[in-house]
């Protein structure tokens, strides 16, 4: 006899609803079942039905309309801008599938912006790696970085499809620092492509630099389709 508790009914249809969505069987801007109908499934009453959609609505995965219906909403992916976190983490926070594709890791020489940027001579050797993350099978998130190989000397060896750069950099090199600025830009044809957005879509760029040990330890830039992420925060 198992002893996990039953989910709330308004739970389960919310995840009815959450899983059809991730699965790709309703899609953006398709209409889902009315709350009568989906009551009448779930032998649950409206009031119930009408709780666990204005939970996804709040949530933005469903927009209500009005007169008209309800429908499968514009995904926009959320960052905190308070902490720095694993986005792996972030998408498994909202219930969601991360996966990644590794793109480049490489040793780079330094040229004379991240020269200045790392406190190193032009030519210095650093680790480069592009990553592009993945939310329930959407590309939401192109990782170009540079590393210092003072601070993080086994970085190309790791494996970065089973686990982030930021997660092994937060291990390795305890994070003293950070600064960021956020710009909305024309996307490079590579990262355009890696994004699969269409010409003329704008990014939104994080660039982010990182200090341990006394050190610059990351020059990064986060790349999202302006469509569908967006930065937030609170003090």
């Not at 989906?38 to 996804?56: H, K, Q, Y």
Request: hydrophobic share 40%; glycine share 6%; charged share 20%.
């Amino acid at each position: 006899m198992s002893n996990t508790p039953t989910p709330p009914a308004y739970q389960r249809v919310k995840q009815y609803v959450l899983e059809r969505i991730q699965n790709g069987l309703w899609k953006e801007g398709d209409a889902i079942p009315g709350e009568e109908a989906l009551a009448r499934e779930f032998g649950v009453s409206r009031m119930t039905v009408n709780r666990a959609i204005r939970e996804l609505s709040d949530e933005q995965i469903v927009e209500r309309v009005q007169g008209s219906g309800t429908y499968v909403a514009q995904q926009k992916y959320q960052a905190t801008l308070v902490e720095i976190r694993n986005i792996a983490e972030e998408i498994a926070a909202r219930g969601h599938a991360h996966r990644s594709e590794l793109h480049k890791l490489e040793r780079v020489k330094a040229d004379e912006t991240l020269a200045r940027a790392f406190g190193v001579k032009t030519g210095a050797p650093l680790f480069h790696s592009v990553v592009v993350h993945f939310e329930n099978g959407l590309a939401i998130q192109v990782e170009d970085r540079h590393v210092n190989p003072e601070v993080a000397p086994d970085y190309l060896a790791q494996d970065f499809t089973s686990q982030t750069p930021n997660a092994y950099l937060m291990r390795v090199a305890p994070l003293q620092g950070v600064s960021f600025v956020i710009e909305a830009v024309l996307p490079p044809a590579a990262v355009a492509e890696m994004l699969a957005m269409p010409s003329g879509e704008p990014c939104l760029v994080l660039r982010r630099q990182t200090r341990s040990m006394g050190k610059t330890a990351s020059v990064a830039a986060m790349w999202h389709p302006a469509s569908r992420y967006q930065f937030a925060g609170s003090f």
